[in-house]
Nanobody, 126 residues
Framework: VQLQASGGGLVQAGGSLRLSCTTS????????MGWFRQAPGKERDFVAA????????KYADSVKGRFAFSRDNAKNTVYLQMNSLKPEDTAVYYC????????????????????WGEGTQVTVSS
């Protein structure tokens, strides 16, 4: 199973970016897909996640109302639309996948995720 993230870049504050994460492995059907981010010198933080089995979507408080999770099942791809970006959003963004369902309250715990993609850098200038 491989996850390939893309779409990062340099943007001014207030701008937008859309990250993509494509999964490969034709038999892989994750229940959960998510995004985390890690700024220099900081821990990896939860950003957003969505249950592909209809269990809803969750966002970190810091991105609610600005970021939106979506997916294209036909392309095995999930997206993170990031609007109204702030300098504090600067980080390496990672997509993650989990095979089996888990309680909603655990989604933000990076330890419960099975697969990780390589990160994509997002830099927001002030």
């Amino acid at each position: 199973v491989q996850l390939q993230a893309s779409g990062g870049g340099l943007v001014q504050a207030g701008g937008s970016l859309r990250l993509s994460c494509t999964t490969s492995g034709h038999t892989f059907r994750p229940d959960l897909m998510g995004w985390f981010r890690q700024a220099p010198g900081k821990e990896r933080d939860f950003v957003a996640a969505s249950s592909l089995g209809g269990g809803g979507t969750k966002y970190a408080d810091s991105v609610k109302g600005r970021f939106a999770f979506s997916r294209d099942n036909a392309k095995n791809t999930v997206y993170l639309q990031m609007n109204s970006l702030k300098p504090e959003d600067t980080a390496v963004y990672y997509c993650a996948a989990r095979s089996r369902r888990i309680v909603y309250s655990s989604w933000s715990d990076s330890n419960v995720w099975d697969y990780w993609g390589e990160g994509t850098q997002v830099t927001v200038s002030s």
